[in-house]
């Protein structure tokens, strides 16, 4: 059965270190301010679209701040 969830899979990441990771969740922040302003010269269809990629790209920034975070609790622990 697929799941219509995403879930985490068992498969090896990158090789990024910290700095690698906060330029990722910076980048993602840039690019949802980048849609934030563009949506002001749009159509309302448009703009809700730029809005919810936008989230998307915060919400995801978020996800990796998070897991940042765990990371360096695991390690201090």
Known sequence: MV???PERQAQPGPDL???DWRRIR????Y?????????FAV?????RLLWEEM???L???DRLQAGAA????????
């Open 26 to 29: 910076d980048a993602l922040r």
């Open 17 to 19: 270190n910290a700095d």
């Open 31 to 39: 690019l949802a301010r980048d849609l934030h302003h563009r949506s």
């Open 59 to 61: 919400a995801l920034a």
């Open 3 to 5: 799941s219509s969830t």
């Open 43 to 47: 159509s309302d269809d448009r703009r």
């Open 70 to 77: 765990a990371d360096d609790a695991q390690a201090g622990a």
């Open 55 to 57: 989230d998307r790209c």
